[in-house]
C-alpha cells in the first residue's frame, strides 16, 4: 500500500489535515490510520473561537452545528484565594443573539462563539468528512512499527503485517507521539506538570448558566490538590 500522505491518528488533528490536503490538492492519495473503532469516548470537550474558521474552511461547520452541541460562550473562573468567581466572554452578552434557532451558520456573532463537544459525536463527524473528502480511512488499525532509515521514513508497519508506504509522514497520534518517539525525538515535560486527571461524564445535570437558545459557559474551581471542571456537552450530559 502506498500514499503520498500517510496520516496516523484518526481524531481531529488526523481527520482535519486529511480533509485539508484533499480540499487543496485532490489528486494526494491519502490515508488515515486509527487504532480506535469510532465512536469512543475521549477527553477534551471545551473548544476555543478559533476552532469554528478551521471547520468552515473544512467544509464541515454544518455538520458539526446540527450536531447541537452546547455554544460556549465563555467561563466561570472561581480561582486562587478569590472567594468571588468571575466571567469572561469571547462576545459582549448583549451582542449574542437570544432567540436566533439552531442550527445556525457560521457568521456575525457565531464566528466569535465555540463548541462544547462530546467527543464520541465530534471525532466520527471529522473522521467521516474526511473519508467523504476523498481520505481513505482504517480502522481498528494499530501502527507495530516504523521502518526508518536514519532520518528518514520508509513505511510503517500494521499489527497485521501490512506495510504501508508514504511520500510524507504525518503523526496525528497525539500524546502517544509514535513517530516521534520512533525517531527518537526527545520531548522535556516539566516535572511540575506531570499531574494525573481524573475524568467522566455526569448524566441529568443541569447547566449552571443558560445564555440565549443553546449558550453556556464552562465552570472552573480550583482546589488545594488541584482544579475541577464542569463542561455541559449536551442537554444532559455533563464532563
Partial sequence: MNYDVV???GGPAGSTAGTLLKKYNPELKVGIFEKEKFPREHV????LPACGYYLSEMGCWDKVEAANFPIKIGATYLWGTSEKPWDFEFLPLDK??????RPSTYEGPRQLTAF??????YDQILLDHAQENGCEVFQETAV?????????????????GRR?????????SGHVGLLRRAMGVESTIPTSLMNVAVWDYWENAEWAVKIGVGGTRVQVLSVPNGWVWFIPLGPTRTS
Avoid at 44 to 47: I, L, P, W
Avoid at 164 to 170: N, V
Wanted: aromatic share 6%; hydrophobic share 35%; proline share 4%.
Fill in 164 to 172: 504501508i508506504e508514504g511520500r510524507y509522514f504525518l503523526d496525528a
Fill in 7 to 9: 496520516i496516523i491518528g
Fill in 144 to 160: 507495530k512499527t516504523v521502518d526508518k532509515d536514519g532520518d528518514r521514513i520508509n513505511a510503517i508497519i500494521l499489527k497485521d
Fill in 44 to 47: 477534551g470537550e471545551s473548544q
Fill in 116 to 121: 462544547q463537544v462530546e467527543r464520541s459525536i
Fill in 96 to 101: 449574542f443573539p437570544e432567540n436566533d434557532p
